[in-house]
């Protein structure tokens, strides 16, 4: 199929162009483009960006936050690793596709065409990995999913953990987890972080570890996370999650620690409207905000995207898969909001994610590479961030996935008209 997508803006460029797309890819971009075409589509003068990228979501607990016995009345990120444990023990593989596919819906309609998905491999009978492999399978034309063997109850803290992330990764994750934090003992977190790195080598996976996601400054698995990636060279297939420790860390201790950050050139994601909410529990005032130095690690060249983290669950009860949204509150939060940064904030969900999922050679609107992108009604990044704009298109392999319709005002008076 032949298409030619009329009259998008692109970032940085002044005047509206055309996207021509022959079987599935971008095959040329430029302004009023007369080609031959089986189909044209007016995008309405919108801005044209690639798709979002949600790098972080737990597709296996959404929806769960109001279950009998999952509510977190503590709001702390150990009570919901209690409520999960405690309430996992009756999920089945379509149960558990069916809330995912809810959430994905929800997601893909605010313009997510890309999703890391963390299944918690605690569960002997590995329920959640199971639904999210077959789901990744199932659903691949329409949306990109990795999923991540995540041992939510840790892989140390109880027998045969480790073993049942090794199972996951032979039955097909396409990523490493751990929670070294959440071992019972340091030892336990350190051993956990070597293993997820030497399971990575031998089974050539990505890497992507629950890092020092507490408040507690003495958490520094993120030191050895980044030292064992650099070492074994496999920095860009490695990423650190939430590191709100990093937010705690004194400034001695950070400073030296962004060396070898700098080096292994491992990502990063922050999970801004999950660790605004979970963290800081424990402080009375000065209350902290829970988040990782974002503001420093773009400073310093490295690689972080934001993620959505929680849809409903018993760790965050007003995730939505609104990237937008999440987005909103990580500028605010980490005080992103200088012209350049708000310039370039859509990065922190899209291009930055690409990156740490590894899929930068195939996203992106450029000439050679899949037709995916969303629109934004708006003419710029910076018009679309200020005003939260929704996602008004969604192209996926050339193909429109859905259309919204302008908002329609209905009044008589003349200034809201
Ligand atoms: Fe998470």
């Keep these: 199929m032949k298409k030619l997508y009329q009259n998008v803006y692109l970032k940085g460029k002044e005047k509206a162009v055309d996207l021509y797309v022959e079987n599935g890819l971008?095959?040329?971009?430029?302004?009023?483009?007369?080609?031959?075409?089986?189909?044209?589509?007016?995008?309405?003068?919108?801005?044209?960006?690639?798709?979002y990228v949600d790098p972080h979501l737990h597709l296996d607990y959404v929806y769960t936050a109001r279950k009998e016995g999952a509510k977190n009345e503590t709001g702390t990120l150990f009570e919901g690793i209690q409520r999960w444990s405690e309430t996992k023990n009756d999920l089945t593989v379509e149960g558990l596709k069916e809330r995912a596919k809810r959430a994905i819906k929800a997601e893909m309609l605010q313009g997510v065409q890309f999703i890391r998905t963390h299944a918690d491999v605690t569960d002997p009978k590995l329920t959640s990995l199971r639904a999210l492999l077959e789901l990744r399978e199932e659903l691949k034309d329409l949306v990109t999913i990795q999923v991540v063997a995540f041992p939510q109850e840790g892989m140390y803290s109880y027998k045969g953990g480790d073993k049942l992330v090794e199972k996951g990764l032979e039955m097909g994750a396409d990523c490493v987890g751990a929670i070294p934090h959440y071992e019972f003992a340091r030892e336990l977190g350190e051993k956990s972080i070597h293993k997820t790195v030497e399971l990575a080598l031998k089974y050539n996976k990505m890497i992507d570890v629950?890092?020092?996601?507490t408040d507690d400054e003495q958490s520094r698995f993120l030191e050895l996370l980044a030292t064992l990636a650099y070492m074994e060279g496999i920095g860009e297939r490695t990423t650190a999650s939430h590191t709100c420790a990093f937010g705690s860390y004194n400034n001695a201790y950070a400073f030296?620690?962004?060396?070898?950050?700098?080096?292994?050139?491992?990502?990063?994601i922050s999970c801004p409207t999950e660790n605004i909410y979970l963290q800081g529990r424990y402080d009375t005032y000065p209350k902290r905000r829970g988040l990782?130095?974002?503001?420093?690690?773009?400073?310093?060249?490295?690689?972080?995207?934001?993620?959505?983290?929680?849809?409903?669950?018993?760790?965050y009860p007003a995730g939505n898969g609104n990237l937008m949204n999440v987005l909103d509150n990580g500028i605010h939060a980490a005080q992103i909001m200088s012209f350049k940064d708000l310039d370039n904030a859509l990065d922190l969900i899209t291009i930055n994610g690409a990156k740490t999922l590894q899929l930068t050679d195939k996203y992106g609107i450029e000439v050679g590479k899949p037709a995916n992108f969303i629109t934004l009604n708006a003419k710029t990044p910076f018009d679309a961030v200020v005003n939260r704009v929704n996602v008004a298109d969604s192209v996926r392999k050339g193909e429109l996935l859905f259309r919204r319709a302008p908002e329609v005002i209905d009044t008589n008076i003349s200034i809201l008209k």
Excluded: Y
């Design 26 to 51: 971008f095959k040329e971009i430029g302004p009023n483009l007369q080609v031959e075409c089986d189909n044209r589509i007016d995008m309405r003068g919108n801005l044209a960006i690639p798709p």
């Design 210 to 213: 629950h890092c020092d996601e």
């Design 256 to 268: 030296k620690l962004m060396k070898v950050l700098s080096l292994s050139k491992i990502n990063f």
């Design 292 to 315: 990782t130095r974002v503001k420093e690690i773009i400073e310093a060249g490295l690689n972080i995207c934001f993620a959505q983290d929680s849809i409903e669950d018993p760790w």
